[in-house]
């Protein structure tokens, strides 16, 4: 492919990306439970939990894709048994200790899932089974599961059609989004939110810029040559707010079939997934105050602790099954401590046994 990027062991700022992301779905949900504040324009966005997933989203799929794409180049093929070992290595040890966890609360009958609860969570498909507030969060690692599950598979078997795929389940987004708008199927789990065609194109959004970030890059270069990006920024910026949307209806434009498929006025939409991924790709390749701030070590720090404090935080910052300890400031200390215990002596420990399955040159931390 000739706009396979030069891809590295170690990808700068992502886990910076990653600290933003968390912090972004903490606020948001210490907000929805205990505030309640209508954040102001232009903040919304960057205060909203769904945002954050978002993040975290485009990332997978430009992180995943870059590496397979190293993999291919150094091998020539791609070891589909080394990827989903590596990718249970990654997941499941944090997560099934977390189900462990809620598996004796539930014995003493602190908390109560549902059987469809249970199976739902452990198997990953929770974005189909409306769930409780301590499992909700779920949908997006069961979304995330399916593309690592079939993404690769489809990369190493597919190569000439990867784009189409990648545009295709695009395709398929908007055709949900339109069936959500016009209830045309009146299923509700497939015009939730949650639901993993509403919200996957974020991740094949990453993929096709980890696919094409060299020729991305390129005309971006142009953009920034020619003082344009800036001036990108605000428009999308503009044309994802709910004053764009506002504005389309008062004076009737009628860009239904604009603000339908692409999310505009949303900041889980297409175009916030767009514009999430150019950040990427500024945020690992322009060495600014902004790369700097990315790549503090407490930023770093946040980013690979991330992943276990999304886990955590919906027992103690969402649940109200705790009592006193779903309380303020005492959740968010329990959540961190929570976060820390599970990284320091649950994933960390699995993650170096990991890298007896990585590539050549994989850094244990870089996924």
Known sequence: M????????????????????????????????????????????????????????????????????????????????FFYIRRMFRIFPAYYFLLLFYFVLQL?????????????????YKYWVPGDYETAHFWSLSIEEHFYLLWPLFFKLFKKQRLYFALSIILIVFLFRYNSYYDILAYPIIKSWVFIFQRVDAIMIGCLFAMYQKSIMSWLDKGIKLKFVPVFLILMLFLNSEYFVMLSAQYKFHLGFLIIPLGLGLPIGTITNVLIAILVLFSISNKNWWYTFLNFPFMNFIGKLSYSLYLWQQIFLISNKLGVLNKLPINIFLTIMAALLSYYFIELPFLRYKIRFETKNNNIYSV
């Open 2 to 81: 000739n706009n396979t990027p030069e891809v590295r062991s170690y990808v700068p700022s992502l886990n910076g990306l990653r600290a933003i992301s968390i912090v972004i779905v903490i606020i948001s949900h210490i907000n929805d439970r205990f505030f309640l504040f209508q954040v102001p324009f232009p903040f919304t966005t960057i205060t909203d939990g769904n945002f954050g997933v978002n993040i975290f989203f485009v990332i997978s799929g430009f992180l995943i894709t870059t590496l397979l794409i190293e993999e291919e180049n150094n091998k020539g093929t791609i070891n589909l048994k």
């Open 108 to 124: 003493f009958q602190i908390i109560h899932f549902t059987t469809q609860s249970w199976l739902s969570s452990i198997f990953y």
